[in-house]
Each structure stands twice: as C-alpha cells, then as structure tokens.
C-alpha cells in the first residue's frame, strides 16, 4: 500500500453548534477506512458562547492531535466571523467550506465591538478556494436549523478522500434515531452545494 | 510502541485482532482502569480531568463518585485501597494543591491493593488559573510517575501503573496534560481483570499504616529505599522505549511533547519516556552514546532536562531553545529546533504563516442566556461592590460588561480572602467599600464551608454571595451534595444551605431571587451596610444542566430608543440592529431567549416585552 499522507482538517464554531459532532463523525468515518486518527478539541468553557476549534488529522500514522498553522487540507467553519479568524491556517491551494451565518459573540451583544461588515466579501478575498454555504436555511429546509452540522458534512464531502456512502453511514450510526430522515436529507443537500464548484 | 493495527478494522479483519475504539485520553484512562479491576473511584470534577470519572460511572461493576473536593477523593482512594481494592482518584493539576495532604501520605504507606492518582496538568491554561507542571509532586512525594501520550497508551499504560503501585506498595501519579486527556486517538480495547469480590475484613498492620514517628521514621527509609528499586524497574519497563534512527540527532521526550517532536523530527532517535520518575540512569546515559547530540522537548518546567544533567549526561538543548510557557505543536517544535541547527527537520512544517485578521470581534466564554447569575452581578455592579471572587461559570463576570469581580485565585478563597481583607479595613470606613465574597454551591461545598467558618468564628465583616445553581456547571454539569443524585444516578440527601449556613454561626441569612433585579441590589445593599457577617443566598437552577427554556422576550421597535442600557446585561441573545430609518434598535434572538427578563428590567422605556401566555397574560 502507498504512503498516505496525513489529512489536517481543522473546524471551527461557536460552542453549541455541533462542531463535536461533526468531528465524532469525521474521525468514525476515519477509522473505518482504515486511517489512524488523531482529534483534538478543549472543552469545559465551550459551551457558553466562546468559540471553538477541532483538529482532526488523520493517515497511515498520526502522532500529534495539534495541527501546525499554515497546513490545513479543509477548513471547515460553521460561523463567517470564525472562518476568517482562522482562515491563515489553511495551506496554499486548501478549501475553505464555512456556513454563512452569523453568531453574534458576547463582545458585540455588549456593544462594545461591532460585528465586521461584508464579512463575506472579505473571506472571498482572502481565500479564493472557499465554498460559502447556507447551512442554517437548508438545515431548516431539511428539517431543523439544528441539522446544520450535518449540511457542512455534506458540503465538505467531495474534498474528503471518503466515499460519500462510508460518510453517510457514520451520520446514520452517529444521531439519534429519531432525527435520522432530517439529518440525512441535510447531508444530502449539503452535498449537492458541495458538488457546485465554488 | 506497535502503532494500532488501524487496518485490522477494516471488514474481515482477523478474529483474534484487538477491538480498536476511538477514545479520548480521558475515556482510555476510564477502560484501562476498568480492564484493570479498578473497584472503587472517587474525584472532584476540573477541566481538563472530569471525563475519566464520567465514563468510569458509565461501568456497572465499579463504584464511582464526586466527592466534595480533592483531598476527600484521594483520601477516600486510599482508604479503599488499603482495604484491598485497586482504586482510582483523578484530579485537574491544582486539585492536586488540595489534595496534596493525603498525596504524600499515599507514598508512605502501605496498601494491599493497587491506587493511581491522575492529575491532568493544563499547559497554555484552557481552562485554568495556572499551568504548574504536577510531574514536580512525583519527585516531591518520592512516587513513581508514568505519563502516555495519547489514547492508546492512555489505557495501557494504566494497567501497567496497577501493578507498578503493587508491586513496589506506593502510590503512583498518573500524570497527563489537555492535549493527552482531551485528545482522541485510536485504543485497541482489552478485557477486565476479575477484581475479588466485596472485602469481609480490612488487614490490620499499624506499623505501615499508621503514620506517627515510630512508624514513619522507618517507612520514610523503606521509601528511599524503594526509589531506588524502581529505579531499577525503569531500566527495563516497556514504558520506556529507545526507537533509534538518525545518530546524530537524540531526543528525550514524554507525553504530547514527544508527539510534536516526532512529527518534527520524524527519522531523529527517541528516548520516549512513559516512566518519567525516577528516571533511568544507565538507559539514558546509553542512548546518550549512541547520538552526537542530544535534545530534551518538554513542556512547562525542565523537569527532565535537570535531572538528565545532574545524572552528569551532557544535554545540547533544551529550555535554552523551547518555551518555559504553553503548549507545544509539531510547528513550534519544527523551527525553534532547526532555528538551534537540529537537522532533519520535516520541511512541510516550517511553514510561513500570515497574520492573523487583527479587526474580528474576540468571541470569550460568557454567561449564558438566561444564566441566574446575570440578575446578581447587574446588582453587585450597580452597588459598585469589591467582589472577591472564586472558581466557577461566575468568573465570566469579571469580563465587561459586567466586570464586577476584583480578585479571584482558588477555589474556595473567594471567602477566606474576603475575611482577611475585613480585618484589616479600617471599621469606620464606609460600609459600601466592604468586601463582597461570591462562590458557586459546587465550590462552596468543596472548600467554602471551611472559610465561611472563619467568617463566622472570627466575625469578619464579610458579606457572602451562594450562588447556588444546583450542579458544577464550569465543568459541565456534574452532580454535587445540593442536587440530591450522586454520579451513578443514585438519590442523595440534598444540603440544606441555609441550614448549614446557620449551623456554622451566621445568624443574617437572606435568600433572594437572582431574576429580580431590584430585589437583589435592595438586599445587597441592606446587606452590605449591616455590621455583621451576612451570607445572601440566591437559588436558581443552571439554564444549561435543566435545559430551561421559556418564551421569548421581544422588543417593542416603537419604544425602543437605542439607548444600549439593557446591552449591560451581557446577555448573547441580545444584538443592536438599525431601524427603517437607520437608528439604532435592540433586539431579541428569540432562539437563544429563555425569558429570563433580566433585560427587561433594565430597560427604561418599557421596549422590552414579556412573552404572552396563551391566556392571554403576561407570562
């Protein structure tokens, strides 16, 4: 077998927008293709409103959990503000796939900083390779805003060296059943904005 | 180290292959301590530690629990252990502080079963006040210390400290950092080690269990004499590992550092030490001569570095090259190294990375929606109290806009601290420059009851917030003695907080409704102008743990003038918006809403809605 070399995918969000679940998925899908894989996330103050990374890196063998700045093979970003705070990591010619959504952080609620104006202009210019997608409306469309996790799975899915079916078959063993048929049609349709090229 | 046969899990892998799990290091300590017998398990939840004891709850044949505080879980670890069980407490870095008391004890006597102590050190401080570096306590308290680097030897590596810590009747620390504890990595699983049933008898033997002078002067010499003994048991343990490849280039690394430096310097050799007190003198000084130059990568204090050198080995680089401070990537390992003239570096890492965008909005932890903090600290900054504050989701508040919080430091100090200040102010100064101790019911119960006795004993004049929101809400969410559930689910007897805080000697007790604004400045102020100790109770459950969700509140476009006030709030579901005629207008996101009405009742125009009921009323 050929040398795979390792795959850095770092994400990034805002605590409570499934960025764990979307990296449990990930790194399942992984495994099961036969990579050794590493992920690294810190939680304990996530989940009130601070943002929050992921790295997931994985190949014939991964030591480190951290990626290095400047080698990111995808970012994947679930809020504008965070994709372009983390934008810089990725490597020359790396994919950003961000959700074009906007999660006001605590220091703009207070008004004591503004939320950046054409923020997507902005993420364009500095990273040409970029897939925005709308991944709160067609999660709604699907289902529930909440599927929106699993609509930026979908969209990142033909960057992946993963066959779309191994990744839909980690989503179906990773949610809830009941919330199987939402989740499922949200990855489908992150697929077909994926399959558009940017 | 064989890497997990990763492809082994691929479809028709071999029957007798390993089942391999992706775990994090924490859930790796948790199954290896399950695999090895581990009976009983006592821990105080810290960041980045409470996972273990969650998924060891998780188990049905081990008996797992949050006891108050730290030293209470380890002394309670010991006790079993010298019962005869193997045991577990598991701890963040400054647990161990607390801890520390019963620590040293656990290598001075001795136990018929098996106790490993974890303490997950924080380097770059994620979730800490400090980043000391815990491998320093295993040379203090004269222990064995074992250290994995990821998942996989996260779970093995605990089987092995059992029968290191029985072999040899001591204690061993158990030692991981935030990178090791919340990474996750692939384990291969194995199965558990029948422990005996429950005990009918406790072995009595006083002379190596009872720790007065007659019996711990001659202890402290079997200690010494045992770290020689395991001294000798790192020589050869599997733990440490010697992977030659280019001589010209040794590194001696532990832990996440050796990940960063083997992606750094993927053909160097290694000295990968799993052992990392004592230290191997003979295999150290071996692999010293088998390399031209020899590197130490570590994190934090040069704890192996020094004590390589005063084995008399000479080292070429070390905290002359990597940071005393944070935390390590294979980046930051890759150039500063090559920078020193280390060669074979991997090339893909030295990488020019731009700048990071300087004009985004930082994105801090905050209170959440409708956290029953946020009504006591609008309150506490209105009175512009001195706030002597403490460890918990409160210590948000010393962020703007409430930055109502002066000084914090440990847990349980927030009291303490507040009492030392009370004795030396002047007694007529103003009553309104009175310090105002703050402290959550989690942390309360692990070390505040202790100081708020000293309030009470010694009649300071202090004022103590209990913010209690009936759970450990920093850290997640765990159970504690104020909720009436234990860790495995069982029913506890609930505190009674006023009770107990009446039973210590405080006779000014009020309890106040942490949404009413107006009631928790009125009682605060009453409070704090009073001249004698006070404790102001204000009980209301997490909104996060609950999962509390009301209506939301909205805002009247037509009333509201824009003036920001109710913004002070610091309120997330909050956001300024601009009218038809572009003025400025709050509103409301009415997912993120729980109807705390907080906001509302900051608001001086009346803009702020409360959500109707379906009978028509204001809910």
């Known amino acids: 077998m050929t040398e795979r070399p390792t795959f850095n995918i770092l994400i990034s969000g805002v605590g409570g927008q499934g960025v764990v679940l979307a990296s449990y998925v990930l790194s399942r899908v992984a495994l099961a293709e036969g990579y050794d894989v590493k992920q690294s996330e810190v939680h304990g103050m996530a989940q009130r409103g601070g943002c929050v990374t992921s790295h997931l890196r994985f190949g014939d063998r991964v030591y480190s959990s951290l990626i290095t700045p ?14 372009m705070r983390y934008v810089h990591w990725l490597k020359p010619g790396g994919l950003l796939v961000y959700n074009a959504a906007r999660v006001n952080p605590s220091t703009v609620s207070s008004g004591a900083c503004e939320y950046p104006e054409g923020i997507e202009e902005r993420i364009v210019a500095a990273w040409p390779n970029v897939r925005a997608v ?33 990744l839909e078959s980690v989503i179906r063993r990773s949610v809830p059943p009941k919330t199987l048929d939402v989740n499922l049609e949200a990855f489908r349709l992150g697929r077909e904005v994926g399959a558009v090229p940017a | 180290m064989t890497p997990p046969d990763v492809a082994a899990a691929d479809a028709g892998a071999k029957a007798d292959a390993p089942q391999l799990e992706i775990l994090s290091g924490n859930e790796a300590i948790a199954r290896g301590a399950w695999e090895a017998g581990v009976r009983f398990a006592s821990a105080y939840p810290g960041t980045p530690s409470t996972e273990i004891m969650e998924a060891l709850a998780k188990y049905d044949d081990v008996y797992a629990e949050w006891a108050p505080n730290e030293k209470v879980a380890v002394e309670a670890a010991t006790g079993a252990a010298l019962a005869g069980a193997r045991a577990l407490s598991t701890m963040k870095h400054v647990g161990l502080n607390v801890a520390a008391d019963p620590f040293f004890s656990s290598s001075m006597i001795h136990m018929a079963g098996g106790l490993v102590i974890v303490s997950a050190d924080d380097p770059a401080m994620h979730s800490s006040q400090d980043e000391q570096d815990n491998r320093n306590y295993a040379k203090f308290a004269k222990m064995p210390m074992i250290e994995p680097a990821d998942a996989d030897e996260a779970l093995r590596f605990v089987k092995t400290a059992y029968e290191v810590s029985e072999r040899f009747g001591t204690a061993v620390l158990y030692r991981t950092t935030t990178r090791t504890s919340h990474a996750q990595g692939v384990a291969r699983l194995g199965e558990r080690v029948t422990p005996a049933g429950p005990l009918l008898q406790i072995q009595r033997d006083p002379s190596q269990q009872l720790m007065m002078p007659h019996n711990a002067i001659p202890r402290h010499a079997a200690v010494e004499q045992r770290l020689l003994e395991l001294a000798e048991y790192a020589e050869t343990t599997e733990l440490n590992r010697i992977e030659m490849g280019d001589t010209r280039v040794g590194i001696v690394a532990s832990g996440a550092a050796y990940c960063s430096a083997k992606e750094a310097f993927p053909q160097a050799s290694f000295l990968k030490v799993g052992m990392s007190w004592p230290l191997p003198k003979r295999l150290i000084a071996g692999f010293r001569a088998q390399v031209d130059k020899l590197y130490v990568v570590e994190e934090l204090d040069p704890f192996l570095e020094e004590n390589i050198r005063l084995q008399g080995v000479q080292v070429d680089g070390g905290k002359d090259i990597l940071p005393l401070c944070g935390e390590f990537n294979p980046g930051l390992v890759a150039r500063l190294l090559s920078e020193a003239g280390v060669p074979g570096v991997d090339e893909g890492l030295l990488v020019d990375v731009p700048d990071a965008v300087a004009d985004l909005p930082d994105r801090p932890p905050t209170l959440c929606p409708g956290c029953s903090h946020r009504g006591v600290f609008v309150a506490l900054r209105r009175l512009r109290a001195f706030v002597s504050g403490d460890i918990g989701c409160y210590s948000l508040a010393a962020l703007p806009p409430f930055e109502a919080m002066h000084c914090s430091t440990c847990m349980g100090a927030g009291i303490s601290m507040a009492h030392g200040m009370s004795k030396v102010m002047d007694e007529n100064a103003d009553r309104k420059n009175r310090p105002v101790a703050i402290i959550g019911d989690s942390t309360f119960f692990h070390t505040g009851i202790s100081s708020l006795l000293d309030v009470a004993y010694n009649k300071s004049n202090v004022v103590t917030i209990i913010l209690d929101n009936r759970t450990t809400a920093m850290t997640g969410g765990q159970e504690n003695p104020g909720m009436g559930k234990t860790l495995q689910g069982q029913d506890a007897p609930l505190v009674d907080i006023p009770a107990l805080v009446r039973a210590l000697g405080i006779t000014r007790v009020r309890e106040i409704d942490p949404f009413d604004v107006a009631q928790c400045q009125a009682v605060l102020k009453e409070e704090i102008a009073a001249d004698e100790p006070s404790v102001v109770i204000a009980t209301y459950p997490c909104v996060l743990q609950y999962r509390i969700n009301g209506d939301a509140y909205t805002v009247d476009a037509d009333l509201c003038t824009g003036c920001k006030v109710c913004l002070r709030a610091g309120c997330t579901a909050l956001s300024l918006c601009k009218n038809k005629d572009g003025e400025p207008r709050v509103e409301i996101d009415p997912v993120s809403c729980t109807g705390c009405g907080v906001c509302a009742q900051l608001c001086r125009y009346e803009a702020i809605v409360a959500p109707v009921t379906d009978d028509g009323k204001d809910a």
């Open chain 1, 70 to 83: 400047g080698t990111v093979d995808v970012l994947l970003s679930f809020e504008s503000v965070e994709a």
């Open chain 1, 134 to 166: 709308d991944a709160s409306a067609l999660a709604a469309q699907a289902g529930t805003v909440k599927a929106a996790n699993v609509v930026m799975l979908g969209a990142m899915a033909s960057a992946l060296p993963f066959t779309p079916e191994m």
